[in-house]
């Protein structure tokens, strides 16, 4: 007796045969070469199900449960790992993505993998020393280059006036081209084996956030820090977004809004004021895996498509990579951000004239936004801008129409105001850049000590101008302010105090010219020997002014770190005061060696020079606690005292 099938093809139906129900064809249209096909009557009311069917059914379902116990696996091991670091628990939430390529098991790439530094390294801002790996160009404006005009120095009083040489400042003498090794940075494994599971931060899911409340913590601390600092992200309509996406269980998330989102913790965690060494560890580790998140949803290498919000994540990245050891990648990346922004037409008035004056004033921050980046990676690297200055058409930005009249409303308006005084300040540095150091393209011959004073007067008095366009609320501080600060208002003070700083360190680079071609001179004695009186006093006059500033930020620094509570909150981001106070230090110690070799008095000179290191010294050691790139500039510090 033949086996009965459920159904017979329409086929074998027709010509009463019978059908063995093979799918897709059953043997006897396989055998006739006919087209076999099942249909199923609308009117059939018991219908045979074939047991081949029920058990492919059983494996699917098999399937799905082992891909969802994989994933659960995955979780119970994130959460362990935050909670090794002292992290709450998070609560787990599974992303649905419209692009569901992405899976728990994509290998984390490029510059996701960062982690301990080694020994010698650039950082992001490019402040500290150097080891093998990569070739990277360091020019004029950079703190590099003044270090090689260190190294020569050293080198001449140790061969010429027999001045004792430490051996730790012997291997400054590498520093002595425009192009220097960049070390590249290591993984992540040192981390790994003191706080966590070995290979979960190396591979960390971005289908998994903190809970609400971590989340919405880590974005308060970023709009009421970076956020006001850096306006280029709207508070209300980013908490908005975020809101609905909790409300519907993160179903229809953009990668690129939730990689925009894992950036803003990441830059939260990493600005964090910390007292203790394992405070700052949990809080590197937290941004490292926020970063790889963000990085596996929106991968700068792969993305397709651009939009406001890609412009943003990468301005983002940019002032994360700024905090690592990641010189080469910050760059790099950079000139990505600034790709992205000329594609979207972010400098234009025409692409932007349709579109509401909300969206109008939010593109026109991202622009600038790129903008200033590109002048501080331009003076920090010594690399010429990216963006020419008549590039730069569009009106400053104003406070988001339709602000309510609330605090948060009042900061918004006092935060455009200080992203309009840094774009001003901006200004003034790209044509210092321009002037003095000859856009940094390290082609011209020196200037004429009277041609470079001239300019260097020109220029200060531009910089005057500007603190004298400053808001009344924006008014810049002095050192005797910071005895007597009242901190009740710490957003207005911090405000104040990084308009402050970033002032001075442009003053030290309007005056820093004027140092090194002293101390070029003192080294070629027939250098300058016919200069008038008159350019020997503009001479000393610019020095002063230089060493005042480089006084002051060391003096600024070190009263807003060893002090407590709200006033220790006074500064941005831990890598700008690291950057001032490092300068500072170095443009010190270049006024030393020039009183060294001169005929000045020596003994205060160097009493002088000494009570600013250890200041400096002891900024850096409460500036941010268990921070490894401070703690190898602090070293550098150190090297300088013991040649003293």
């Known amino acids: 007796k033949r086996k009965r099938v459920a159904l017979a093809c329409n086929v074998c139906r027709t010509r009463k045969s019978r059908c063995n129900g093979a799918r897709p064809n059953c043997s006897m249209c396989s055998a006739a070469g006919f087209e076999c096909i099942y249909e199923t009557s609308d009117s059939s009311t018991n219908i045979i199900i074939q047991k081949e069917y029920i058990v492919g059914l059983a494996d699917r379902v098999q399937a799905l449960e082992t891909a969802l116990a994989r994933q659960n696996r995955v979780i119970e091991d994130h959460e362990a790992r935050l909670q090794s670091v002292g992290a709450p628990p998070p609560r787990s939430n599974h992303i649905g993505l419209d692009d569901d390529s992405q899976t728990f098991e994509d290998a984390l790439s490029g510059p996701a993998d960062l982690g301990q530094t080694p020994e010698r390294v650039t950082d992001g801002m490019a402040i500290s020393f150097v080891s093998e790996a990569d070739t990277g160009h360091f020019g004029p404006s950079s703190n590099i280059s003044l270090l090689r005009h260190i190294s020569q120095a050293v080198s001449y009083l140790d061969d010429r006036h027999g001045v004792p040489r430490s051996g730790s400042v012997d291997s400054w003498d590498r520093i002595d081209s425009d192009t220097t090794n960049i070390a590249r940075p290591s993984s992540m494994k040192t981390i790994t084996a003191k706080h966590g599971p070995r290979g979960n931060q190396g591979n960390p899911s971005p289908y998994v956030l903190p809970s609400e ?50 950036m803003v913790l990441a830059m939260s965690s990493s600005t964090l004021v910390v ?45 994360y990579l700024q905090g690592t050891q990641s010189s080469v990648q910050t760059w790099t990346t950079h000139g990505l951000a600034v790709k992205a922004a000329l594609s979207l037409g972010l400098h234009s008035i025409d692409a932007s004239k349709n579109l509401s004056p909300h969206d109008q004033e939010l593109r026109k921050r991202a622009w600038f936004g790129c903008v200033v980046l590109d002048r501080t990676l331009s003076m920090t690297f010594g690399r010429p801008a990216i963006i020419p200055h008549h590039f730069i058409r569009l009106s400053l930005p104003e406070e988001f129409p339709g602000s309510k009249p609330d605090n948060t409303a009042s900061y918004g308006l006092l ?30 011959p020196p200037l004429e000590e009277g041609e470079m004073l001239e300019r260097v ?26 005895t007597q600060l009242d901190p009740s208002n710490t957003v207005h003070l911090r405000f104040r105090t990084i308009l402050t700083l970033r002032k001075l360190n442009l003053e030290t680079l309007i005056h820093r010219p004027a140092l090194v071609q002293t101390m070029e001179a003192l080294r070629n004695p027939g250098a300058n020997a016919g200069a008038s009186k008159s350019l020997q006093s503009m001479r000393q006059s610019s020095i002063h002014s230089c060493v005042s500033a480089a006084e002051c930020i060391i003096f600024m620094i070190h009263q807003v770190t060893t002090a407590d509570g709200p006033k220790k909150r006074l500064l941005g981001a831990w890598w700008f005061s690291l950057y001032y106070v490092f300068n500072a230090s170095l443009i010190l110690f270049t006024n030393l060696l020039v009183c060294l070799q001169g005929q000045m008095d020596r003994p205060a000179a160097l009493q002088r020079c000494n009570e600013y290191l250890l200041m400096a010294v002891d900024a850096l050691r409460n500036l941010d606690a268990g921070n490894i790139v401070i703690r190898i500039c602090n070293y550098r510090l150190s090297q300088l005292l013991q040649t003293l």
């Open 457 to 482: 007067f020109r220029l200060d008095r531009a910089l005057d101008h500007w603190e004298l366009d400053l808001p009344a609320g924006l008014s810049l501080l002095h050192p005797e302010d910071f």
């Open 213 to 262: 409340a971590v989340t919405r913590e880590l974005m308060t601390h970023y709009f009421t820090n970076t956020g006001l600092l850096y306006p280029y992200i709207h508070e209300q309509s980013f908490v908005r977004e975020y809101d609905e996406l909790v409300a519907n269980g993160f179903k229809k998330a953009r990668r690129t809004w939730l990689a925009l989102l894992h």
């Open 275 to 319: 007292d203790t060494k394992e405070e700052r560890q949990q809080r590197n580790l937290e941004s490292s895996l926020f970063y790889g998140r963000a990085v596996k949803l929106c991968d700068l290498q792969t993305v397709q498509g651009t939009s406001l919000e890609t412009v943003q994540y990468i301005l983002l990245v940019c002032h």
């Open 415 to 444: 935060s455009a105001q200080f992203f309009c005084g840094t774009i001003t300040l901006m200004n003034v540095l790209h044509e210092v850049i321009a002037d003095l150091y000859g856009h940094n393209l390290a082609c011209d």
